[in-house]
């Protein structure tokens, strides 16, 4: 230990005014949301290291996948960093490596260090430094935490004013306490120290290294790498740059920071939400304006003494093997699914990563692409603002509509909303009212589809549910009846395919696009009668790729188009390859497709022009000889503004950017997630998009934007747009009713009805459940519930005011996963009043008392109701047994399709139901996600498809006064027959009660304790193989999947 040092000199953070010290308060407070999501990657992408972020952060909090992988990355890179500095060799001289966490909040660096790279570590000390009063909380973690303390050998405690040293056993743990006069170190060990000072008092931070570092001659015998994740940042520029500057004087070292940037400025829409945010906590990014590229950060470092610096974006990190593998980068989605490249590309584009070394050569300054020479022309663009939430729609896709006798409309179609995917469209005009309402049926709510205009019609394309859940349904809309009829089914599911119209042929072309464990590969011509036809692939072969850009620039009529396929996703990275296409369709039966790879013209900058035009994400548009690109994101840095949308051409086998078209309208546009259109004068007009920048809130563009681009149409003002209303798509092909499921090949059965019983004996129903096949009961005795239970008598008995939380629905059917329903709490009164008027409300009973702890028992929930129902004898099985009764009124919607772990009597008391139920061996057919008891489909409007071919459907029709023995995991759905429904249906649990999960589980469908564990089990097993190469990883896991099938089929 050092000499004592003295309190309240200039600097110490107990000398700061109020004002001071609150700042400092709300700085350490970024270090709590930073540790839950650090928390949330080590449990998901690190399920078999020790968890030493869980002794920080009390309650584990999933984030969403998005934050889960720009923080995996940020760990990831900063581990990197300091791992080739532990393993290289010790330089000449040093006796001892030194890694120096500045900022380090509850970080675990040293823990993780300690256990990956042990053998390196020998020797070597870790410093965390931060404010004194976040050091101290996290010495009190420490300390008290056997799974860090046991790392850490001897421990010295500081304390006091006075130099005693103390031996104490603290929690079974010899401690030395030395007692000096209150300093700067915390806590200190052989490994390990924590150092508690303000970094703008570098003499305090001085000493403190000497303190822990032993003695006078810390500089010549150490080498050091300082880290500083996201932490300096927060610190006056010239705090932050003091840092920077003291950490070259120290000898032989290397500074790893990595922050914030703003590579186009404050302007751009990212910038702007995450400076807002920032703004907000009262934690503003202090260096983020003086040092906004990565050109900046490499001078800042150069000036201040380092030698050799080299400067990453977080976004250029993914692509570069010095961080991740291409294996490890695909092996991410297996364990987490992902689509989010767009707003990924965004975070990582405004991170950068510094390493400095003070030796070694120099690295010259980045290069910034969008300096390239091309030339600029101003585009004509406006936008008409919206107001609230309205058009606030991404990942959708939008079509124009013209009638005659009225001004076209535009309607941007399904996507994601606001808080789900939308089973909707956004409707605009240029000021008349749309008479636009669909009739039944249409597409199910989805995101990532393509519309290709086909004349007379538009066709809808594929899309998503969630990243695993393509879709092969396609659809066409009637522009002169308004509806939707499906047409033919993809022959694989996909989404962010690219997909252009032929011209007027009527037909399309679609080529890739992502499939739902693979990228499909094929190019398919669509052909109204004939459906998808793959087409011949020659010439230049390529990786198949999704979410790049096809246009169309040549037609010899209808047998023969060209035109252009650049950029998209290849195994977790952009491509910046572009091609030409030529398609010949002389023999529709055989339609061929010929590739050629492009080259950028001769004049241009390679690299800079292919990253231009190879892009993600983007739209294309074509404008006489030229293709105009708008927007998406680009593989290797952030398009700037004056990048977004810009022209190129192609010529025999080169392209050449022919001009940048910027536009100076505010509020500025963000073109990701966007729609485009060119309408039929010429005009792009381009509604929703927008990204979640992060976690620091979604950016939603305000309004429509429409552009003139140079030469086209007629200058002067361009049509005002305003978003008329929303109108609702209702899903599925109503005009098939279930009933009618062939009995043909495709087929394995049709529906069978559920049999139906009279009860004489409780022995009776002993023997249904034993056999655990569900039965219709009749004839029961339900109490005086089924004469006297209707909407009104419900209302007064309960009471009209008592509160209850309901399921509000836009649409018909229900989807828990899409969530595309609302909860809502409303009085007893208005939920009968609504359901009367056919409002698309489902009570499911919760328990008054803890609704989210407790089933509900109609008893306990509903004491006045109680007495009107009853449980015949027949049924004693249940009662004795009986895990909860609930009560369920419902308008006309559906109940999603889910299982239930309990088994259950459903008692229909007013109204009537038509069930849908399937075996539980029928779940592989039913899209159920891993750990998911609630799938998507709808298969009232789907039994017809082939993909429900291998199922069982079993059918049966509730009325009044009538019960279903439903047994434990048989998947079911219902839709009312009658314009309202009541029903009871009481759970009981028919297997040895040790099964069952321990814990909550409100609504019995907590799957068996088993399954549970099984599951992580699986992630286990799936994590041991993550570093095999692809191949063998996927024999091995199939291997080991069929085995498990064997096991299961006996
Ligand atoms: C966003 S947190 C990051 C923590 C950690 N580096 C990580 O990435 O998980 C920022 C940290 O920097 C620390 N910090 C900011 N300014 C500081 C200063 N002047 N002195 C000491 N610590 C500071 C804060 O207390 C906080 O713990």
Partial sequence: MGKPKKLKTPGDPNAKSP???????????????????????????????????????????RRAPLINRGY??????????????????????????????????????????????????????????????????????????????????????????????????????????????????????????????????????EQ??????????????????????????????????????????????????LEQILPDGVGHPFARTMLGHFDKLNTQLKSVEVYPTVGEQHKRFEERGWGQVKVWTLWEAWGDETFLSGEERVGLDEIEEFDEWEEFALFGSHYCVVRARTVGERVPAPVVHSAVEIPAEVVQTQVDETTGTR?????????????????????????????????????????????????????????????????????????????????????????RTNTWSRTHDLPVPVYRPAVTTLGTSGMALLVNGRGKSSTFDGCLLFHAEKGWIECDSRGDTFAARYGGVIGVNNSNGITGFSGIYAGGLVDALFTKEVMSWELDISDIKKPAITFTRLQPSADANPDAS????????????????????????????????????????????EYKITRRLTSDVSPRALYTGHSAVVTADGRIVITGGGATCFSMGTFWNKGVYSLRLPGTGTAGALPHWTHDKTVDIIPGERSLPIQTRPHNGNSSIGIKTIERVQLKT?????????????VVLEGLDLGSCVASWNLKYLAEKVGSERKVVVHEAATQVMDFNAKNFRYVTTGFGDLAQKIEQGGRLYLRALSQEKPTEKPSVLEDDFP??????????????????????????????????????????????????????????????????????????????????PELAQTHPHEAVLGPGEVLFLPPLWLHTATPTS??????????????????????????????????????????????????????????LLRLADELRRKARG
């Fill in 19 to 61: 004002a001071a010290k609150a700042q400092d308060d709300q700085v350490m407070g970024t270090n709590s949301s930073s540790i839950v999501s650090k928390r949330s990657v080590e449990k998901i992408y690190h399920p078999t290291e020790p968890p030493f972020f869980r002794y920080f952060v009390s309650k584990y909090q």
């Fill in 72 to 205: 995996w990355l940020r760990l990831r890179v900063i581990d990197v960093l300091v791992r080739n500095f532990l393993q290289r060799p010790p330089r000449e001289g040093k006796k001892r490596k030194v890694v120096v966490n500045l900022g380090a909040g509850s970080d675990v660096l040293p823990w993780q260090c300690l256990t990956r790279y042990g053998e390196y570590c020998d020797g070597v000390k870790f410093v965390d430094v931060d404010f004194p009063d976040l050091m101290e909380r996290k010495r009190g973690v420490v300390m008290g935490e056997e799974g860090l303390r046991g790392y850490l050998g001897v421990i010295k405690i500081p304390e006091g004013e006075r130099v005693v040293v103390l031996r104490e056993v603290v929690k079974g743990v010899e401690v030395e306490r030395e007692v000096v006069k209150r300093g700067s170190v915390v806590l200190d060990s052989d490994r390990y120290a924590q150092v508690g000072v303000d970094l703008r008092d570098l003499k305090a931070l």
């Fill in 208 to 257: 403190a290294m000497g303190e822990v570092l032993g003695g006078e001659k810390w500089r010549e015998e150490c080498e050091f790498v300082f880290v500083a994740e996201v932490s300096i940042t927060y610190m006056e520029r010239e705090g932050a740059d003091g840092v920077i500057g003291w950490a070259s004087t120290v000898g032989d070292a290397e500074f790893v920071l």
């Fill in 391 to 479: 058009g606030q729609r991404r990942f959708a896709a939008a079509m124009e509509i013209s009638r005659e006798g009225k001004q076209s409309e535009i309607v941007n179609v399904l996507g994601l909303g606001t808080r789900n995917r939308l089973q909707s469209c956004d409707v605009f005009t240029q000021g008349e009212a749309s008479g636009l309402t669909f009739g039944e049926g249409g597409p199910s709510s989805r995101m990532c589809h393509s519309l290709v205009d086909l004349g007379e019609s538009v066709l809808l394309v594929g899309g998503r549910g969630s990243p695993s859940n393509p879709l092969k349904d396609c659809w066409l809309y009637e522009k």
């Fill in 610 to 653: 292919s990253w231009l035009v190879a892009r993600f994400g983007a739209t294309c548009v074509q404008h006489g000889n030229e293709f105009v690109l708008l927007g998406g994101v680009t593989g290797d840095h952030l398009l700037g503004h004056n990048d977004e949308i810009l022209a190129f051409s192609v010529a025999g086998t």
């Fill in 762 to 774: 409780a022995d009776d129903f002993a023997k249904i459940v034993r056999s655990g096949r569900p």
């Fill in 864 to 945: 006045s109701l109680a007495g009107d129902f009853v449980l015949p004898e027949q049924l004693a099985l249940v009662r004795e047994n009986l895990f909860s009764s609930v009560l369920r009124l419902s308008g006309p919607v559906n109940m999603w399709l889910h299982y239930d772990v309990m088994a259950n009597v459903y008692c229909q008391i007013g109204g009537s139901k038509r069930l849908l139920l399937f075996p539980p061996s029928d779940v592989e057919h039913l899209s159920f996600a891993p750990g998911a008891s609630s799938s998507s489909i709808d298969v009232f409007s789907s039994l017809e498809s």
């Fill in 979 to 1036: 314009d309202k429904s009541i029903a009871v249906n009481v759970f009981f649990r028919d297997l040895e009660s040790n099964s069952y999960a321990t814990g909550k589980d409100v609504y019995g469908n907590r799957d068996l304790a088993a399954y549970e564990k099984g599951r992580q089990d699986i992630g286990r097993i799936a994590n041991s193989f993550q570093k095999l190469p692809a191949e063998v990883r996927e024999f091995y």
